[in-house]
Protein backbone atom coordinates (compact mmCIF):
# COMPACT_ATOMS: atom_id res chain seq x y z
CA UNK A 1 0.00 0.00 0.00
CA UNK A 2 1.70 3.22 -0.60
CA UNK A 3 0.95 6.28 1.20
CA UNK A 4 -1.80 7.60 -0.54
CA UNK A 5 -5.81 7.18 -0.82
CA UNK A 6 -6.55 3.85 -3.06
CA UNK A 7 -7.23 4.92 -6.64
CA UNK A 8 -5.93 8.80 -5.83
CA UNK A 9 -3.22 11.21 -5.31
CA UNK A 10 -4.55 11.90 -1.95
CA UNK A 11 -2.18 11.75 0.78
CA UNK A 12 -3.10 9.79 4.25
CA UNK A 13 -1.86 9.10 7.11
CA UNK A 14 -2.56 5.68 7.50
CA UNK A 15 -2.34 5.55 11.24
CA UNK A 16 -5.38 7.87 11.31
CA UNK A 17 -7.68 6.04 8.66
CA UNK A 18 -10.49 8.35 9.95
CA UNK A 19 -8.99 11.70 8.46
CA UNK A 20 -9.98 10.06 4.82
CA UNK A 21 -13.31 11.39 5.62
CA UNK A 22 -11.84 14.68 6.49
CA UNK A 23 -9.96 15.29 3.32
CA UNK A 24 -13.25 13.83 1.44
CA UNK A 25 -15.23 16.28 3.07
CA UNK A 26 -12.96 19.39 2.63
CA UNK A 27 -12.49 18.95 -1.21
CA UNK A 28 -16.32 19.64 -1.30
CA UNK A 29 -16.68 22.39 0.42
CA UNK A 30 -16.62 24.60 -2.69
CA UNK A 31 -19.58 22.28 -4.00
CA UNK A 32 -18.04 19.69 -6.63
CA UNK A 33 -15.14 19.41 -8.27
CA UNK A 34 -14.09 20.72 -12.02
CA UNK A 35 -13.02 17.91 -14.56
CA UNK A 36 -9.71 18.55 -14.25
CA UNK A 37 -9.82 18.20 -10.33
CA UNK A 38 -11.17 14.84 -10.34
CA UNK A 39 -8.93 14.22 -13.43
CA UNK A 40 -5.73 15.45 -10.64
CA UNK A 41 -6.77 13.66 -7.65
CA UNK A 42 -7.52 10.34 -9.05
CA UNK A 43 -4.38 10.44 -12.07
CA UNK A 44 -6.70 9.32 -14.88
CA UNK A 45 -6.91 11.67 -18.05
CA UNK A 46 -10.06 13.62 -18.62
CA UNK A 47 -10.99 11.57 -21.39
CA UNK A 48 -10.94 8.30 -19.21
CA UNK A 49 -13.62 10.09 -16.71
CA UNK A 50 -15.29 11.39 -19.54
CA UNK A 51 -15.95 8.21 -21.71
CA UNK A 52 -17.27 6.05 -18.23
CA UNK A 53 -19.83 8.60 -18.01
CA UNK A 54 -20.71 8.52 -21.19
CA UNK A 55 -20.91 4.51 -20.83
CA UNK A 56 -23.37 5.17 -18.08
CA UNK A 57 -20.87 3.81 -15.20
CA UNK A 58 -20.97 7.21 -13.72
CA UNK A 59 -24.00 10.15 -13.60
CA UNK A 60 -22.95 12.91 -15.17
CA UNK A 61 -21.66 16.59 -13.40
CA UNK A 62 -24.01 18.65 -12.86
CA UNK A 63 -23.25 22.35 -13.90
CA UNK A 64 -19.54 20.83 -14.55
CA UNK A 65 -19.11 20.20 -11.28
CA UNK A 66 -18.50 16.24 -9.94
CA UNK A 67 -20.03 15.50 -6.07
CA UNK A 68 -18.49 13.52 -3.78
CA UNK A 69 -20.92 10.44 -4.39
CA UNK A 70 -19.53 11.10 -8.42
CA UNK A 71 -16.08 11.41 -7.10
CA UNK A 72 -15.92 8.49 -4.82
CA UNK A 73 -17.36 5.83 -7.78
CA UNK A 74 -15.00 7.08 -10.05
CA UNK A 75 -12.29 6.06 -7.25
CA UNK A 76 -13.68 2.93 -6.67
CA UNK A 77 -13.77 2.08 -10.40
CA UNK A 78 -10.36 3.55 -10.58
CA UNK A 79 -8.61 1.24 -7.81
CA UNK A 80 -10.39 -1.64 -9.48
CA UNK A 81 -9.26 -1.73 -12.56
CA UNK A 82 -6.05 -2.88 -12.22
CA UNK A 83 -7.48 -6.46 -10.62
CA UNK A 84 -11.00 -6.44 -12.37
CA UNK A 85 -12.52 -5.93 -15.68
CA UNK A 86 -13.90 -2.52 -16.56
CA UNK A 87 -17.36 -4.62 -17.13
CA UNK A 88 -17.08 -6.88 -14.12
CA UNK A 89 -16.32 -3.12 -11.91
CA UNK A 90 -19.55 -2.09 -13.14
CA UNK A 91 -21.61 -5.28 -12.36
CA UNK A 92 -20.43 -5.43 -8.82
CA UNK A 93 -21.17 -1.96 -8.55
CA UNK A 94 -24.54 -2.07 -9.97
CA UNK A 95 -24.87 -5.35 -7.27
CA UNK A 96 -25.21 -2.14 -4.75
CA UNK A 97 -26.27 0.72 -6.57
CA UNK A 98 -28.55 -0.94 -9.57
CA UNK A 99 -28.56 1.44 -12.83
CA UNK A 100 -25.31 2.94 -12.35
CA UNK A 101 -25.94 6.29 -13.71
CA UNK A 102 -29.30 6.51 -11.39
CA UNK A 103 -28.83 7.37 -8.18
CA UNK A 104 -31.75 6.86 -6.76
CA UNK A 105 -31.66 3.37 -6.46
CA UNK A 106 -28.49 3.08 -4.57
CA UNK A 107 -28.45 1.11 -1.73
CA UNK A 108 -25.33 2.79 -0.26
CA UNK A 109 -24.24 5.95 -1.52
CA UNK A 110 -20.29 5.33 -3.42
CA UNK A 111 -18.54 7.54 -0.98
CA UNK A 112 -19.76 5.71 2.16
CA UNK A 113 -18.78 2.32 -0.02
CA UNK A 114 -15.22 4.16 -0.33
CA UNK A 115 -14.94 5.23 3.31
CA UNK A 116 -15.80 1.50 4.25
CA UNK A 117 -13.49 0.97 2.05
CA UNK A 118 -10.62 3.04 3.50
CA UNK A 119 -11.08 1.25 6.74
CA UNK A 120 -10.43 -1.98 5.45
CA UNK A 121 -7.60 -0.60 3.71
CA UNK A 122 -5.95 0.63 6.93
CA UNK A 123 -6.71 -2.96 9.10
CA UNK A 124 -5.11 -4.52 6.20
CA UNK A 125 -1.94 -1.85 6.92
CA UNK A 126 -1.82 -3.17 10.08
CA UNK A 127 -2.35 -6.68 9.43
CA UNK A 128 -3.11 -8.99 6.60
CA UNK A 129 -5.75 -11.18 6.52
CA UNK A 130 -5.25 -14.50 7.18
CA UNK A 131 -7.60 -15.69 4.07
CA UNK A 132 -10.85 -15.59 2.43
CA UNK A 133 -12.59 -15.85 6.20
CA UNK A 134 -10.83 -12.99 7.31
CA UNK A 135 -12.03 -10.91 4.40
CA UNK A 136 -15.53 -12.40 4.94
CA UNK A 137 -15.52 -11.45 8.62
CA UNK A 138 -13.68 -7.91 8.05
CA UNK A 139 -16.48 -6.62 5.60
CA UNK A 140 -19.16 -7.83 8.08
CA UNK A 141 -17.67 -6.39 11.08
CA UNK A 142 -17.00 -3.13 8.83
CA UNK A 143 -20.90 -2.71 8.33
CA UNK A 144 -22.04 -2.91 11.58
CA UNK A 145 -23.11 0.54 11.73
CA UNK A 146 -24.33 0.48 7.96
CA UNK A 147 -28.29 1.59 8.01
CA UNK A 148 -30.03 -0.96 5.65
CA UNK A 149 -32.34 1.02 3.68
CA UNK A 150 -33.78 -2.08 2.62
CA UNK A 151 -33.45 -5.94 4.66
CA UNK A 152 -30.89 -7.85 3.09
CA UNK A 153 -28.95 -4.43 1.80
CA UNK A 154 -25.92 -5.01 4.87
CA UNK A 155 -25.40 -8.59 3.82
CA UNK A 156 -25.51 -7.03 -0.37
CA UNK A 157 -22.97 -4.20 1.01
CA UNK A 158 -20.69 -6.48 3.01
CA UNK A 159 -20.00 -8.99 0.42
CA UNK A 160 -19.46 -6.44 -2.49
CA UNK A 161 -17.25 -4.96 0.19
CA UNK A 162 -15.82 -8.26 0.14
CA UNK A 163 -15.14 -8.18 -3.45
CA UNK A 164 -13.40 -4.69 -3.61
CA UNK A 165 -11.31 -5.95 -0.61
CA UNK A 166 -9.99 -9.22 -2.48
CA UNK A 167 -9.52 -7.40 -5.87
CA UNK A 168 -7.33 -4.70 -3.53
CA UNK A 169 -5.08 -7.54 -2.33
CA UNK A 170 -4.95 -9.07 -5.48
CA UNK A 171 -3.42 -6.40 -7.28
CA UNK A 172 -1.10 -5.23 -3.93
CA UNK A 173 0.01 -8.80 -4.63
CA UNK A 174 0.72 -8.77 -7.85
CA UNK A 175 2.94 -5.01 -8.09
CA UNK A 176 4.89 -7.07 -5.71
CA UNK A 177 5.53 -9.53 -7.56
CA UNK A 178 6.24 -7.41 -10.35
CA UNK A 179 8.67 -5.92 -7.94
CA UNK A 180 10.52 -9.38 -6.94
CA UNK A 181 10.59 -10.10 -10.37
CA UNK A 182 12.49 -7.03 -11.08
CA UNK A 183 14.79 -7.74 -8.52
CA UNK A 184 15.70 -11.10 -9.73
CA UNK A 185 17.56 -9.79 -13.10
Do not use: H
Not at 13 to 20: R, T
Not at 49 to 74: D, H, L, T
Not at 84 to 112: F, H, P, R, T
Amino acid sequence: MGNTLPGTTIPVDWSKPEDAETRLNSLFLAGGLMLSQVSSLTGLESYVIQNWVRRGFVAPPERKRYSRRQFCRIVLINMLKDSMQLEKICALLSYVNGELDDESDDLIDDAQLYLYFVRLAASVERQLPAGPEDVARWCRTAVEDYGEPAPGARDRVARCLQVILTAYLAARLRREAELLLTQLA
